[in-house]
């Protein structure tokens, strides 16, 4: 696993869902905002239909605050959602043209994405969601005629690491950030838990950075790397 580059300054952070970011790259935000890199989210949907038993109407406007105040514990102020439905998201020329015009205006040298395999481990099924949304902006950055400089996934067999000591804790304030939603999701297991427990999971002392904590992402386009 090589060190995640350092030498640029603005990112953007492209995902389908709310809360996306939290359940795996915070930490590495959190540390790139305090180093002074600018990052910007834009999300598919406002994940109206991810709150068991609440109407979307209802839940998207609740999700979204949430996300809005996530987003700002790591230090991300300019968050955009799309109106994409909710559970519902599929690779449409539509989706591209949003992920191509926020490309555009923010003018990022890295875009990071969701995790686009089949699967996160043995037993555990990435989301339609997720592999659609992915599979857009694999294909926008390959359409585009002066791309961003790397196009990376935040999920499993990593390629590139960055190092989070130190920022554990602001990722895991940022994920019960999502409170309504986490409660929702586990009564059972108080919210701050939830967040913790899954933040440690993503951030795994790894062996290859003097066991620090450490994210990790996945090149999928950039120097040396061809489209698959």
């Known amino acids: 696993m090589q060190p995640f580059p350092t030498d640029w300054t603005t990112a953007l952070v492209l995902v389908p869902h709310p809360d996306d970011p939290e359940y795996g790259m915070a930490a590495a935000v959190a540390k790139w905002t305090a180093e002074g890199k600018d990052v910007h989210y834009a999300l598919a949907s406002r994940g109206e239909a991810g709150i068991a038993g609440m109407p979307p109407e209802t839940a998207g406007p609740i ?30 020329a539509e989706l591209r043209a949003a992920i191509a015009e926020a490309i555009s205006t923010v003018a990022p ?61 602001l990722a895991v304030e940022a994920l019960a950030a999502h409170e309504t939603y986490l409660s929702v999701l586990d009564p ?27 994210v990790g992402f996945i090149l999928r386009r950039g120097a040396g790397v061809t489209a698959s």
């Open 109 to 169: 040298q890295l875009v990071i994405t969701i995790y686009s395999g089949p699967e996160w481990g043995p037993d555990l099924p990435n989301q339609r969601d997720h592999i659609e949304f992915a599979t857009a902006v694999a294909a926008v950055f390959d359409e585009l005629a002066d791309p961003p400089r790397w196009l990376f996934e935040n999920g499993p067999d990593a390629t590139h690491g960055e190092v989070v000591d130190g920022y554990v804790d």
């Open 188 to 214: 059972q297991t108080p919210v701050v838990e939830q967040a913790r427990r899954q933040v440690e999971a993503t951030t795994g002392a790894h062996p290859e950075f003097g066991g620090q904590r450490t």
């Open 63 to 92: 999700r979204e605050d949430e996300q809005r105040r996530s987003a700002a514990v790591v230090g991300v102020h300019d968050v955009q959602f799309w109106d994409f439905p909710d559970s519902r998201i599929v690779d449409t």
